[in-house]
């Protein structure tokens, strides 16, 4: 982060604020586990085995192992409450500062302006304390995203709402953070548990696993060697904590729609909040594979600027928009993340996307599909890879049995790229590649016609340039008015207003 500055103007509020005493042992808890083991893990055998607690070839050294012990064990609390004492947070002059350290001091600050999401952690410890982690993301901030750890839910939930008030211009800035109610949200759709399971069950990797299973039972029979089922004990734990992973990731799984973005709320033991502003998102992507495709079933991932940091199932967590829901639920999201389709048929347009494919009979369902003539270089999906290009956001399609459909508002591209190899030369084809922020994301064109493609290039170019001329302002819910709908409307939320970060267009 930025180093402090000192900005002109009067603070919003300047206190300086601690977190819960409890914090530290909530962070280190497994330090202390550690110490307690180590010095009792023998003396906990000895009784479970009948004999006497302490080991009687110990004789005089029990008492300064003893003393060892708790030294160590004070050092520990002792560095606990130190830390604790000097970590602090302060809101004020439009950034957010965490002060922590008390031997190596470290300051991190964040503009309110730049922030994209933020999120309430609470891992299983510190739920049973009631306590929360608070974690935002600013537009630069890479890996370092601004984590503040803990406090009592309460207040995180009400430093959240102060944050992202200031941030987006609903309040005038001379509140202090108990004066700003949370913001009223209205719950548009859940997963339910039995969705989840199935989901796991019909995936990509269930078939990987019965095909492996089936190959190995073929191996171990042919060769009458049945030490191939004991190497495999490592694979089937590993492939036990994934599904054990998404499951916990993905349970108990709500969306909900407020004033300062969507609400998205998971988790089984850990439990995780996200408020993402749907200004904020930079690209979605909705995708669906054969057997879902059995069950109407849909997954969306966003790219959200400061998420892609992140890695592992953490990211994976916090970039999915819905891990498994029907088309009315994406329809839903899509109402949501891209209030303003620029099209007069939403629904017809993005159903194209989800399911069209260009007929063999000629035809048009509005999206450009890949030439006849290159229908060698993708016998089955060249019917179905395409673009569509709306007043708000340009659509691309792909995939004939694993479709996906991905999004990007014009203001969010941020640099395009022509590619073309030696037999999409000879066929007269031609990908384009958009650039956005980083994240699960990849928005791409294949096997479009060359000059098609050149000519998108150029138009979503001058689209880009003048999307972003109209973003005014960096407060990205400044003008919108909540107001609560039936769950199948959600509140309709106004087109973006924030000005893009460190444009690079074509």
């Known amino acids: 982060m930025s180093p402090e500055v000192s900005l002109p103007g009067k603070a919003v509020d300047g206190d300086w604020r601690r977190v819960h005493p409890a914090s530290p042992f909530v962070r280190g808890w497994v330090a202390l586990a550690a110490v307690l083991y180590f010095f009792g893990r023998d003396a906990f055998e000895r009784v479970l085995q009948g004999r006497d607690f302490l080991d009687p070839h110990l004789n005089g050294r029990v008492f300064w192992l003893l003393v060892g012990g708790g030294v160590l064990l004070l050092l520990a609390v002792g560095g606990f409450i130190l830390s604790w004492y000097f970590t602090r947070y302060q809101v004020a002059e439009g950034y957010v500062r965490v002060n922590t350290g008390w031997l190596f001091k470290q300051q991190r600050q964040a503009r309110l302006d730049r922030v994209q999401a933020i999120d309430i952690v609470q891992p299983l410890l510190a739920r049973i304390f009631g306590l929360a982690e608070l974690k935002f993301e600013v537009a630069d901030a890479g890996e370092s995203a601004v984590r503040l750890a803990y406090l009592p839910l309460a207040q995180a939930k009400q430093l959240r709402a102060a944050i992202l008030a200031r941030a987006a211009g609903v309040v005038t800035g001379q509140e202090t953070i108990e004066e700003i109610p949370e913001a009223p949200e209205q719950r548009v759709l859940s997963v339910p548990p039995s969705r989840l399971i199935g989901s796991l069950l019909l995936s990509e990797q269930t078939v990987g696993i019965l095909l492996a299973a089936a190959a190995s039972v073929a191996i171990s029979v042919y060769t009458e060697n049945n030490a191939i089922f004991f ?260 509140p309709a939320v106004e087109p973006n207003t924030t000005q893009q970060e460190d444009p690079h267009h074509g």
């Open 231 to 490: 190497a495999l004990i490592p694979a089937i734990l590993g492939i036990g904590a994934a599904y054990w992973s998404s499951f916990n990731k993905g349970y108990n799984f709500t969306a909900a729609i407020s004033p300062d973005g969507i609400r998205l709320r998971y988790g089984l033991l850990d439990t995780q909040a996200q408020t993402v502003p749907p200004g904020r998102i930079q690209a979605l992507k909705i995708t669906q594979s054969p057997l879902w495709r059995l069950f109407g079933w849909y997954r969306m991932h966003v790219n959200v600027a400061g998420y892609g940091g992140t890695s592992g199932n953490e990211n994976a967590a916090r970039t999915t928009l819905l891990p498994v829901g029907l088309k009315s639920d994406v329809m839903v999201m899509l109402s949501l993340v891209l209030p303003d389709p620029g099209v007069d048929d939403p629904q017809g347009v993005f159903t194209a996307g989800l399911e069209g494919w260009a007929p063999v009979s000629g035809g048009n369902d509005g999206f450009t599909t890949t030439p006849r003539r290159a229908r060698l270089l993708a016998p089955l999906g060249w019917r179905r890879n395409g673009f569509l290009a709306t007043r708000t956001a340009l659509l691309l399609r792909s995939g004939r049995w694993w479709h996906a459909l991905v999004l990007v508002p014009h203001q969010r591209t941020q640099s395009m790229a022509l590619q073309q190899g030696p037999l999409a030369r000879r066929f007269g084809v031609t990908d384009l590649v958009l650039h956005t922020t980083a994240g699960p994301v990849a928005p791409r064109l294949y096997q479009a016609d060359v000059a098609q493609a050149v000519q998108l290039f150029d138009q979503q170019a001058a689209r880009a340039r003048e999307a972003r001329k109209r973003q005014t302002s960096e407060q990205w819910l400044a003008q919108v008015s909540f107001q609560p709908h039936a769950p199948t409307q959600p």
